[in-house]
């Protein structure tokens, strides 16, 4: 199996790492960065459980090889808190209990931040289609809608000067 020299910048910081060519990005992450925040859940890009941003867009890690995200800027669910803060989608999950089990829910966020960033003002039909590629087998959805639609509020007031 041929190997290859990558270069990943996770989070703000840089890995440098040999690859297999097989090796896909989701397994990377976890298995020899430790970045457990996006989960391995079909790896078929189904249910969106391994969403991540990459070079600022949000992708589904199970279906990149590591290779292809060489010299790539990765944000994962653990990137979004800055300086001990949680970031507004984070704790909209929280005060709305967007969230059960949890195994969906860094891939809901991360997903939900890039719809938010170009929908910034949805109605509940439009998070809900933008949501459409990520599972959850817990909630029903209807808190994580909830949880959407107050982190857009609360990015909403951040843009116009307030703090959320």
């Known amino acids: 199996m ?10 703000n910081t840089e890995h440098k790492l040999v690859i297999e ?3 896909l990005l ?9 970045y457990t925040g996006p989960n391995v859940g079909c790896e078929s890009s189904l249910c969106g459980a391994c969403t991540i941003h990459l070079n600022g867009s949000a992708v589904k890690s199970c279906t990149i090889l590591a290779v292809q995200a060489n010299n790539a800027d990765i944000t994962t669910v653990e990137g979004l808190a800055q300086h001990g803060t949680l970031h507004p989608i984070q704790s909209s999950f929280q005060e709305e209990h967007g969230l059960q089990c949890g195994y969906c829910t860094p891939g809901m966020m991360m997903t939900a931040l890039d719809f938010l960033k170009h929908h910034p003002d949805p109605s509940r039909d439009e998070i809900r289609e933008g949501l459409e590629g990520n599972l959850c087998r817990c909630t029903g959805y209807h808190n994580i809608v909830n949880a959407v639609e107050s982190t857009a509020k609360k990015l909403a007031e951040i843009s116009s000067g307030g703090s959320a």
């Open 2 to 11: 041929s190997e290859h020299d990558i270069t990943l910048t996770v989070n």
């Open 21 to 23: 060519s097989r090796r």
């Open 26 to 34: 989701i397994h990377t992450l976890r298995d020899e960065l430790g």
